[in-house]
């Protein structure tokens, strides 16, 4: 069986550290895909730019997206996510240090499957991350067009 892939869309290295951190001390070993900015997300789902010629049936399990990032905002990232055929039942979590109520309402309404506001704690930071990371690479069912 192929390992499932964690697409990270974060720009802050801290943030994409501590994360990676996390998973591996809460022994989520899937292979994480981190893009630093929208573009690249974009880029990886779709096998273009940098990920050109990439297998886009490999579907990651989840993408955990940041809102503020660099090129192409993490909300324009999901609304092009939720409009591909291929992309569009890929679940998305917003993970990111926004507690605005617009970005929420956004988030929901362009298709979010959840919205995590980052944990200044580390120890927090990491149950959150050890949470999300069990529930949608192991308990969380998908439809049978995604891969498994």
Known sequence: M??????????????????LRALKKN?????????????????YLH??????GRNVKELPVVVMLDLKLPKI?????????RQGDSTRLIPVVILTSSAEQKDVIEGYQLGANSYIRKPVDFEQFVEAVKILGLYWTLWNERPSSLPR
């Open 73 to 81: 905002s993490g909300l324009e990232v999901l609304k092009s996510i």
């Open 47 to 52: 096998g273009t730019g940098l990920y050109a």
């Open 2 to 19: 192929e390992k499932e892939i964690i697409l990270l869309v974060e720009d802050n290295p801290d943030d994409v550290d501590l994360t």
């Open 27 to 43: 022994n989520i070993k899937n292979q994480v895909v981190v893009a630093k900015d929208g573009v690249e997300a974009l880029d």
